[in-house]
């Protein structure tokens, strides 16, 4: 079948694709079917406030808390955060302690608690229709919940895991791992299809928004573009037009064209991937005045739900602003520490950002001013969830806990 006649939506592509999946595990089955699960699939077969006081010192992490709730089951580091995408009544929240919770938005009151990891959680992620919940360990474990039921309903074991995410139209995961693989799966059910590696890690990866592209950064800072029916590359990024650094961040643009990625090299690439070209390379990193300093990575890029901007975020402490129609910075927000998450307001031209001193803030993209900041935390910042509606956001700190706190963003 050509490209002309691929799938009209999601899911009819993923019924057309069943036949080229693969079954490599039996959720039914014992420990002899999961063996086999990581022995098959690794070939490519074509399984077709003030941020500072006087004295220049860090006040994010006092006492002062402005969190309506505080999720407090975890006994270490909060890696990851997520939030129930249809009605933002549930939250998951995965730790150092080898746990995942599920619990409810309105009193934390814990739905369940995630057990058979094998490491820490450091990933989370509710699928389209909020229906599943995916939650996955360093050491390659994953596994799908029914929020309903709060059953498990499939589970399965790769290599030691970097990433996933759900499809935006379909209960379809992808996931990427430390030998460069790219998984697929349809959940629930045991049908999977691989995208073999080039002998480093796979880093971070999203869907496109058509739902049948893939874009996958990896360690060497290469880019690959995935057909996800065909199981090829249509261009991989090498060679002098890529980072030097691994690849840590990477965002699609509504339009469907535009990637953004970020790397450990202090740069931001916007590549066009429907010609495979780097439109421009953008030095966010922002160097510190000591030139000894090893260059900032970046940790976050973010391509704006409205305006023609991307923001980035580095652990320099400095969010940018830069216009799309030209590659210049627009605006300059410094922070006092660094930055690891960002996440734009889905209606206005807001920006909420996650600091490793223990501060979220909300700048004006347009200004450069910081509108607001909430405290709580009092150890860093590790990940950010923003409500779909915008009504409040989740945060996960190495203090232990998850807080959630309620936004009244100005404009809306």
């Known amino acids: 079948m050509d490209a002309e006649n691929n799938l009209e939506t999601p899911e009819q592509e993923i019924e057309l694709l069943e036949d080229d999946f693969v079954e490599v595990v039996d959720l039914d089955g014992d420990d002899e079917t999961e063996e086999v699960g990581l022995a098959v699939g690794m070939e490519d077969v074509g399984f077709t406030d003030d941020m500072n006081d006087q004295d220049g010192e860090n006040v994010g992490m006092t006492e002062k808390d402005n969190a309506d709730l505080c999720f407090q089951k975890h006994t270490a580091s909060v890696f990851s955060v997520a939030i129930e995408p249809v009605n933002s009544s549930v939250g998951v929240s995965g730790g150092e302690d080898d746990k995942a919770y599920i619990w409810q938005i309105t009193d934390g009151q814990t739905l369940l608690e995630c057990h058979g990891h094998k490491d820490s959680v ?15 360990d360093m050491s390659g ?29 379909a209960n379809v995961l992808l996931a990427g791992t430390a030998d460069g693989n790219v998984w697929m799966w349809k959940i629930p059910g045991s049908y999977c299809k691989t995208f073999q590696g080039h002998g480093c890690r796979s880093t971070c990866g999203i869907f496109m928004k058509d739902g049948k592209r893939a874009s996958v950064g990896y360690e060497d800072g290469t880019l690959k573009l995935w057909d996800l029916r065909q199981g090829m590359h249509t261009f991989h990024l090498s060679d002098g037009t890529a980072h030097q650094g691994s690849v840590t961040c990477i965002d699609g643009h509504r339009d469907n064209v535009l990637v953004a990625t970020g790397s450990e090299d ?16 953008l030095a966010a990193g922002f160097q510190s005045e000591n030139d000894s300093d090893p260059p900032p990575s970046i940790e976050a890029v973010g391509f704006s739900p409205q305006q023609p901007m991307l923001a980035t975020a580095s652990l320099s402490g400095v969010l940018g602003v830069w216009d799309l129609s030209s590659y210049r910075l627009r605006q300059e927000c410094k922070h ?31 200004s450069g001013n910081c509108e607001r900041e909430w405290y709580g935390h009092s150890g860093e910042i590790l990940d950010l969830a923003v409500a779909r509606d915008g009504s409040f956001l989740i945060t996960g700190s190495g203090d232990s806990t998850a807080r959630l706190f309620t936004v009244q963003t100005p404009g809306r």
């Open 122 to 136: 450091t990933c989370t992620a509710f699928s389209h229709d909020g229906k599943f919940v995916a939650t996955g």
């Open 141 to 169: 474990f994953i596994i799908v919940w029914d929020v309903v039921t709060k059953k498990e309903v499939w589970n399965f074991e790769a290599t030691d895991l970097e990433w996933l995410e759900w499809h935006n139209e």
């Open 266 to 281: 202090s740069t931001v690439k916007i590549v066009n991937t429907n010609s495979g070209k780097v439109l421009s390379t």
């Open 336 to 366: 006092p520490g660094g930055i690891v998450r960002l996440k734009w307001d889905s209606v206005t031209p807001l920006i909420y950002t996650g600091c490793l001193d223990g501060v979220v803030r909300l700048w004006d993209s347009r």
